[in-house]
Nanobody, 119 residues
Framework: QVQLEESGGGLVQAGGSLRLSCAAS????????MGWYRQAPGKQREFVST???????NYADSVKGRFAISRDNPKNTVYLQMNSLKPEDTAVYYC?????????????WGQGTQVTVSS
């Protein structure tokens, strides 16, 4: 059974930093991408950043230059370093893992971790 364990969320003042981690276990397929999405109160879930197995990265315009994604392939872990945080970054952050097997594709979500940025 695939499980995604997220950690690192919390309360921080504007301008501060947080580092999110997501460790995937029970993986029996090839992970093709790991990433982060977020959902603020009253809004739809939105893309934040992804990183592929060969470390190609992609960022939402709103976080470019402030957030950095990285991964540890042997540990099936993805990290999101968030710097210069703004109140508008306040949201529940969800880890996402995408993968492929011989007959199907996989798409898993974590439970989410709260990030609150105070002004």
């Amino acid at each position: 059974q695939v499980q995604l364990e997220e950690s690192g969320g919390g309360l921080v003042q504007a301008g501060g930093s947080l580092r999110l981690s997501c460790a995937a276990s029970g993986i029996t397929f090839t992970i093709t991408a790991m990433g982060w999405y977020r959902q603020a109160p009253g809004k739809q879930r939105e893309f934040v950043s992804t990183i592929t197995r060969d470390s190609s990265t992609n960022y939402a315009d709103s976080v470019k230059g402030r957030f950095a994604i990285s991964r540890d392939n042997p540990k099936n872990t993805v990290y999101l370093q968030m710097n210069s945080l703004k109140p508008e970054d306040t949201a529940v952050y969800y880890c996402n893992v995408k993968g492929r097997g011989p007959f199907r594709r996989y798409d898993y979500w974590g439970q989410g971790t709260q990030v609150t940025v105070s002004s």
